[in-house]
Every structure is written in C-alpha cells, then in structure tokens.
C-alpha cells in the first residue's frame, strides 16, 4: 500500500553567487541517512539532540547534547575530519548509482566524552562530560561547554583518538570534583557558550548572567579570568525579577548568553534572555564595557520578542482604524540562540522563530533587519510542522527546507551548518546561482493546485423554498420557482456566484454546478494552500423541504504543486537553467542522466530528463526517494567555457 510519506515536498534550492536566498532548501545533512529520517540512536553516523557546532582546519565539532529537554542527550562531542571529503563539492559531478543519498550522513572519525560511539553515559572525569552543549576551536586547541558539570574542558591540541581526556579544567579545581555553585573569576553556572580566536579564550556563563574572557589561553585548571561582561564584577551576579512582564535591559547588562563568537575584530552575544544579539565595534579589554550595537531590539534598552510594533512595518488596519502589525519580521527575534560571522555577514540562530537570519553586511545600527531568512519562506511566518496536511506524523518538521529551534551553527568558508537538534541533525546550506527560485519545481502536469469544495443538494423541491450558500462570509441566496428543478437551482446559485461584484464575480471562488449529480462545485482563485482559508457554508428557509450540506468548514486541497511523488515528471522553472535547448530521443529504451551539459539532482541522485531548455527543465523524480517525504533538488549546468554554475 502506499503510504502518504511516499509523497515528497520539493525543496529547490541552491541560491544566489556569494549569497544565500529566502526559504532555500539545504544541500548537505548530517546525523541522517536522509533529510527526513529520525534515527536517533548513538553512532558513528547517527547524532541525538546536539546543541553546539564548530568548524577548524577541516574539522566540524559537534556537541552532541542540548539544554532544551529535547533527548538524547549523548554527553559526547564528535569530530567529523575532513568533512568535505565526505561529501560532493558544490560543482562536482556526482557519480550515478552512488548510493541512496549522496549528500546526506558523514562519519565521526573520534568521540570525546565517551569511550566508544554507542555509549553516552555521563561522568565527572577528564574523559567525560554531562550534558556538553558547545564546542570551539581555532585549529589548535579545543574547548567544550560542559554545562551540566558547570565546567570547561580543554584539549591544548586538536584530539586524535577517542575518549582522550581533557587536559586543562576550568570552573572546577580539578577533573572529579563539581563544586557548590559560587561567583567569582573562577566560577560557571551552566556554561553554554565557548569560543577561541587569537590567544583568547571567550565562556558564555549562561546562568550568571555574564561572559567571561580569558586574554591568553589558560594553562593551569581553574584559571581566573581577566575581563567579564554584562556585570561590574567577577562577584556580582544580580538576578532579574520574573514577577514582572519585562525586563530593562542596558548597553553594559546581559540575560541568559548562550553563546559569543568573534570574528577576529568584533565580538557577538546572542543575549536569550534579552532577545537580542549585542556587538561589540572591538573585543572589550574592561568590566562591564557596554556593546555598540544590538539586533532584535530598537534600542540596547529593549527585551520584547518579536517587538513587530517597533521593528516591522504596519500591515493593516482594525476596524477601529488601529494599525495591524506581523507577529514577526527580518528585525525582531525571539530566543536568539546564536550568531556567527565570516568576517563579512551575520549569521544568526533565532530559536523561538525557527529560522536563521542572514545579514549581508554586519549591522552597525540597532535594530537591522535581515536581508535572507533561511529555514522559512519568507520573514513573517514560523512554521515547522503541517497542521492542515494529511500526512501523519506532521512531516513538515523535518523537510530539507526547515530548521526548528537552531541552537547552533559553523561555517567552512562555502557551507553553513545549522545545528537541528529536534530532528538529530544538522543541515548545511550552499550559496549558488539563484537561477532555480524556491517555488521553481513543479508538477509537470499540474503546475497550481486548488483547492477545492462542493455543496450537496437534496430533498424535494418547493415553491418559495430558499437555499443560501455563503462563501467567505458573503451570502448567496436563491429562491426556489415554482417550475424549478435541482438542475435550475444549481445553476441559480452558480450564476449569483460568478455574477457577482458587478460581473467580475465571488473574489474568492468559481462556482460550476454538476447537472444531474446535485452538486455545485467550488474552486479557488487563489492557487496553493492560501485557498484553504475561504470559509464555506449552507442554510435553508425554515421548514424548507430542500437540503444543502457543505463538504467542509473551509475549502480543502489546495497545496503547493512541488509536493509529487516518487517518479513523478517534474518541471523546473527558472532562467539560464542551460545554454541551449534539447530533447530526449523518443525512441531511446531510456532517459539520459544528462542533456545539453544540464544535470538535475535530487538528494544528490542524478534524475532523467525528458527536456532542458534555458527556462525550463523536465525530469522525472527519482524512485529510490519513496523512503522519504521531502527531499532537496539542484541543478548543475556545465558551460562551453568549462564553468560549472549551480
């Protein structure tokens, strides 16, 4: 039988040169056989719930817990060398039959904090760690946030073989001892933030309000810090009244850091508890300096999430004249979690939004709004899951566009890695060449789908009788003549329908009755799932002896045409997706793998293709993909020049 998570939801994407675009889908995963496997089991190859990601020499770090109660928890870090030989490049041609999902898995070559890749226990020892949610290194050295044992590992060169202990504590006096809970230069409070970058070492102590910086990397255990930010001592760490709604926020203050990062010149917070993201122009070399700018926030004085009043522009108006704002938009956030530079853009994790925000040039004014929203189609919507599809489970949660509660990210110099913890992954998106939009893949054969309703008519027919149908709130009556029949009565209602608003009729629905069945059908106007929305219902006359039922609520149906199944001929719509035109030989026993230098992957499987031509692209879907319910699609086109654009 097959089953609905046979069907797929496309995820077009690769994007702009040197940029990333809107709603991209993400071309790498890993932790997952595919996109959407959950396999959560330790291995290898298989990650839990990771909360914090890092990137050096080759190197991706992954720390393998969380402080969101998501499970498991694995208490470990992995490293994956060499990840980029794991997977295809950007341009490369990717060998047919490979395997399943050439772009999806990746091998851990070590694993810290446990003895092998199938155990993750916790312990208090140089070799383990209790609930370790972030990770850093400059290439030569590691550090981890090992939150729950209010400590900080460090290894002074980058770890060769599995388990190797630690071999500098901080926070503790030594590797078997936590501590009570104090404040001073010495001290965490569940740390979930860590960085490295020129000699210096930079800890988010998470529940002490405060971001300490160590100005040269420590060699003893249990090293005192030289600077601390966000309170004017290492002794004082004032705790914010929760009896009251919000908070006052300062340039100089800090709630809940979960992570700082730098990129050599200038220093990032991502500052939860405030809402926002606060930078400092240069590294701070004294107590208490106050940040420059901040993000999420019109001031440095603001803690509202998503302050969509203040930050976004006004989307309407009430029936009292009052302005209408979108929960959210590029400017606000919600639960930021962590922001990251290359040195040029912003990248930043906003967890209560379920997305990443990218800022093409670092902000240097208070409240910037985002130029790119990768993990949602567009910058006002927070979607992770499908309420209204009839798939079961929701599977929207874990396609290859979606990216709910990042708690993490890295970037190699080409990818960006997204920590997904509730889906026991992390998913890399690739700038490319925005020649394919995120909308561009279709069914071939039916390029919009509507959706749909009817309503049923029954009874008998009587003189007088009255039949209303009431389509988005507007009612369309018709009185039963006496020489009426279920046909003329039908057709009564689809003319008031469609003659509506002086011809041009109803702004929401066709109406075409079905003569001999009773049935009126309604389609909606507008393609997709916006049609889903027009609300639908039926009454009569009282005592009326005709009947009218509604199919439903609301009309039903209409989705986006990029959810296919499995072998399913697709269209690709774009521009400058081939230099030239060409066509299959109708007569070959089989499609090619390639024409006119166009190549089209899904999930990284190279797809046959009927048609290519400079706007268009038929292909048909892949069947290897029926174990999975979204998957990501790129095309690959070799120029005369020897260029490869993607």
Not at 397 to 413: E, F, M, N, R, Y
Request: glycine share 8%; aromatic share 6%; charged share 15%.
């Amino acid at each position: 039988m097959l089953k609905y998570c046979a069907v797929l939801s496309l995820c077009a994407g690769l994007v702009p040169a040197a940029d990333f675009l809107t709603g991209q889908g993400a071309r790498l995963v890993i932790g997952q056989r595919t996109f959407t496997s959950q396999i959560s089991a330790p291995s290898a190859t298989v990650l839990g719930s990771m909360g914090g990601l890092a990137f050096a020499n080759g190197t991706l770090f992954v720390a393998d817990s969380n402080r969101l109660g998501l499970a498991p928890s694995n208490n470990r870090v992995l490293l994956f060398s060499n990840i980029s030989q794991s997977f295809p490049q950007p341009a490369d041609e990717i060998e047919l039959f490979l395997s399943r999902c050439p772009v999806c898995g990746g091998q851990a070559t070590v694993v810290l904090g446990q003895p092998n890749f199938v155990s993750s226990a916790y312990s208090i020892q140089a070799n383990g760690m209790r609930q370790a949610t972030a990770v850093a290194s400059d290439g030569k050295i590691l550090a981890v946030a090992d939150t729950a044992n209010n400590r900080v590992l460090l290894w002074k060169s980058i770890p060769t073989a599995s388990g190797q202990p630690a071999e500098l504590v901080l926070g503790q006096k030594d590797f078997t001892t936590v501590g009570p809970v104090i404040v001073d230069n010495k001290s965490f409070r569940a740390p979930q933030g860590v960085w490295v970058q020129n000699g210096k070492l930079f800890v988010a102590d998470t529940q002490n309000n405060r971001i300490m910086i160590w100005n040269s990397i420590p060699s003893q255990n249990n090293q005192p810090a030289d600077v601390v930010l966000g309170q004017p001592d290492f002794n004082t760490v004032p705790q914010a009244d929760i009896t009251k709604q919000t908070f006052t926020a300062t340039a100089s203050s800090l709630l809940s850091p979960v992570s700082v990062t730098s990129d050599g010149t200038r220093l990032f917070v991502a500052d939860l508890g405030d809402n926002r993201v606060v930078i400092w122009n240069s590294i701070p070399t004294r107590n208490q300096q106050p940040a420059d700018v901040e993000i999420g926030q019109v001031d440095l004085t603001g803690t509202i999430a998503n302050d969509s009043s203040h930050l976004c522009a006004q989307s309407g108006a009430d029936s009292a004249g009052n302005a209408i704002y979108p929960s959210r938009c590029g400017g606000t956030l919600d639960f930021p979690r962590f922001a990251l530079s290359d040195g040029t853009r912003l990248f930043v994790a906003d967890g209560g939004n379920d997305r990443v925000l990218i800022f093409n040039q670092i902000p240097t004014q208070n409240g910037a709004r985002a130029d790119v929203v990768l993990g949602q189609l567009d910058e006002f919507s927070s979607v992770v899951t499908s309420s209204n599809s009839t798939f079961s489970p929701n599977l929207k949660q874990s396609s290859a566009d979606v990216t709910p509660t990042p708690t993490s990210l890295a970037w190699d110099g080409q990818n960006l890695y997204v920590a997904d913890p509730s889906n026991y992954r992390v998913l890399a998106f690739t700038p490319g060449t925005p020649n394919l939009p995120v909308n561009g893949v279709v069914n071939a054969a039916s390029r919009e789908i509507y959706a749909l309703g009817n309503v049923t008519i029954g009874g008998t027919i009587t003189a007088n009788d009255a039949v209303t149908v009431t389509v988005g709130g507007v009612d369309y009556k018709y009185t039963i003549q006496a020489k009426d029949t279920f046909d003329i009565v039908l057709q009564g209602l689809a003319n008031l329908i469609n003659s509506a608003n002086g011809g041009a009729g109803d702004t929401n629905v066709f109406a075409r009755p079905e003569l001999g069945f009773q049935i009126l059908d309604l389609v909606a106007r507008a393609p997709g799932a916006d049609g889903n929305n027009v609300k639908l219902g039926t009454t009569v006359s009282t005592n009326a002896t005709i009947t009218a039922s509604a199919s439903g609520a609301t009309l039903a149906g209409g989705q986006n045409a990029a959810t296919i199944a499995p072998g399913a001929v697709v269209s690709l719509l774009g521009a400058n997706l081939a230099d030239s035109s060409a066509a299959a030989d109708p007569n070959a026993q089989q499609l090619p793998w390639e024409l006119a230098n166009v190549q089209v992957y899904f999930d990284g499987i190279r797809a046959p293709l009927f048609f290519v031509s400079p706007t268009q692209i038929n292909a048909q879907i892949p069947f290897q993909v029926v174990d999975s319910n979204s998957i990501s699609c790129f095309v690959r086109v070799k120029h005369s020049d020897g260029s490869v654009t993607v």
